[in-house]
């Protein structure tokens, strides 16, 4: 089955500057990658997504870009704010069923004001 | 647009008994509904993937017969874990996804069990 790895587990970064997570997936066959924003106790929230078919999606101040050779896909927020902070979850799409999908362990995001 | 509810948001059982968790889809059809359990500071595990009127395919590991999955409509689902015990206490959270971008889940609120 798909496998998904994320680094890094945690990240702190100053309010304004970058933060960059990077995801690895094994299936070559997957087609389907979404980030999500999760709040403590709270549903995970989709920010952005991109499919196998583009490189790079941007919206505002987060982006995402896929190397469908290398099987790897990041997630960079520009200008971070305090409200940025939350943990954030990449995800690829399996093939063990319609449109599964296999999340990795998780990116705990800090922006210190 | 893409509301998916759960219900409820949070319980607390004695160990043995079932606990049914109804997730919904309020604003659109849902063809296909995921269950995943989130422990503290992990990542979310699917469990089971179910689709409308038929049966719910579950990931290896999880047992069938332990966590029963109905998804009797377009817009409900429900897990029941049945006969619960202190290591099934976690978060269960519901996704589902629509007619439309068939690859793009819309999560629950979750729901947090405590078994005692």
């Known amino acids: 089955g798909e496998n998904v790895e994320q680094h890094p587990s945690t990240l702190s970064v100053q309010e304004g500057d970058s933060a960059v997570i990077k995801c690895t997936y094994s299936?070559?066959?997957?087609?389907?990658f979404p980030w999500y924003k999760q709040e403590l106790g709270k549903r995970p929230q989709l920010i952005i997504d991109?499919?196998?078919?583009?490189g790079e999606k941007k919206d505002q101040r987060i982006a995402v870009t896929l190397n469908k050779t290398a099987k790897h896909f990041s997630l960079h927020i520009t200008e971070t704010q305090p409200e940025d902070s939350a943990v954030y979850f990449c995800?690829?799409?399996?093939?063990?069923?319609?449109?599964?999908?296999?999340f990795g362990t998780g990116t705990r995001l800090t922006v210190i004001p | 647009g893409a509301v998916v509810s759960q219900h409820p948001s949070r319980v607390i059982c004695k160990s043995g008994t079932s606990v049914k968790i109804e997730c919904r889809s309020l604003?659109?059809?849902?063809?296909?509904m995921f269950w995943y359990r989130q422990f503290p500071k992990q990542s979310l595990m699917l469990m089971a993937t179910?689709?409308?009127?038929?049966?719910?395919?579950?990931e290896q590991g999880v047992e069938k017969d332990k966590f029963l999955i109905n998804h009797a409509s377009l817009t409900l689902s429900t897990l029941t874990v049945t006969s619960a015990h202190p290591e099934d206490s976690s978060f269960y959270i519901c996704?589902?996804?629509?007619?439309?971008?068939?690859?793009?889940?819309?999560f629950g609120p979750g729901t947090r069990l405590t078994v005692l």
């Open positions: 604003d659109f059809q849902a063809t296909t």
């Open positions: 991109i499919r196998s078919n583009v």
């Open positions: 299936d070559s066959a997957s087609n389907y």
């Open positions: 996704s589902a996804t629509g007619t439309g971008r068939t690859d793009t889940q819309y």
């Open positions: 995800a690829a799409s399996g093939v063990t069923g319609a449109n599964n999908l296999f």
């Open positions: 179910s689709n409308e009127g038929s049966k719910a395919t579950y």
